[in-house]
């Protein structure tokens, strides 16, 4: 398990990020809100529209477990 977004084959899928987990505005023209982007994307389970090449997460609790979820921030 890589905690470096697009480093690996089995890397975090969704991050807790807006930029990431709604699609980009040139796809879906309608508008996001907070709670829109809570509602529709926030908890849905498909992974993130767009990638945060690069980004660390967080990592492994303290039985060096990761749960790749947008809940888990």
């Avoid at 829109?36 to 529209?49: A, E, I, T």
Wanted: charged fraction near 15%.
């Amino acid at each position: 398990m890589s905690y470096m977004v697009g480093f690996g084959s089995n890397f975090p899928q969704n991050v807790h990020h807006r930029g990431a987990s709604i699609v980009p505005i040139k796809q879906d023209k309608a508008l996001a809100t907070c709670q829109g982007g809570l509602d529709v994307w926030f908890n849905s389970q498909s992974p993130n529209p767009n990638d945060l090449e690069g980004a660390i997460v967080g990592g492994s609790d303290k039985s060096d477990n990761y749960d790749d979820s947008w809940s888990n921030f």
